[in-house]
């Protein structure tokens, strides 16, 4: 079975910028979409961007226009580029692939923007 391992999560000062990297293992047969999750404490697990095996990419809205998803096919990786990071940005960050049918997370990265 596929699994992700993640890095570049840390500390950050509002207003800069981290990448994260999501590195897929084992095999790669119908892997499809892969994207990125989030997790404030004390509020559900949500979407921020993801990226399909075609390019086509997925922002939500409190993210659209400062983070940018992309993708290495050969390499099986994701990426998170994020941008004017803010407080509210701080959360857990969850690497998440579509494989088949089936949905891999990662165990996630701690993501910090200090104000």
């Known amino acids: 079975q596929v699994q992700l391992v993640e890095s570049g999560g840390g500390l950050v000062q509002a207003g800069g910028s981290l990448r994260l990297s999501c590195a897929a293992s084992?095999?790669?047969?119908?892997?499809?979409?892969m994207g990125w999750s989030r997790q404030a404490p004390g509020t559900q697990r949500e979407l921020g961007a993801t990226?399909?095996?075609?390019?086509?990419?997925y922002y939500a809205d409190s993210v659209k226009g400062r983070f940018a998803i992309s993708r290495d096919n050969a390499k099986n990786t994701v990426y998170l580029q994020m941008n004017s990071l803010k407080p509210e940005d701080t959360a857990v960050y969850y690497c998440?692939?579509?494989?088949?049918?089936?949905?891999?997370w990662g165990q996630g990265t701690q993501v910090t923007v200090s104000s």
């Open positions: 998440k692939l579509t494989q088949l049918a089936e949905t891999i």
């Open positions: 084992g095999s790669s047969f119908g892997i499809n979409a």
């Open positions: 990226i399909t095996s075609g390019g086509t990419t």
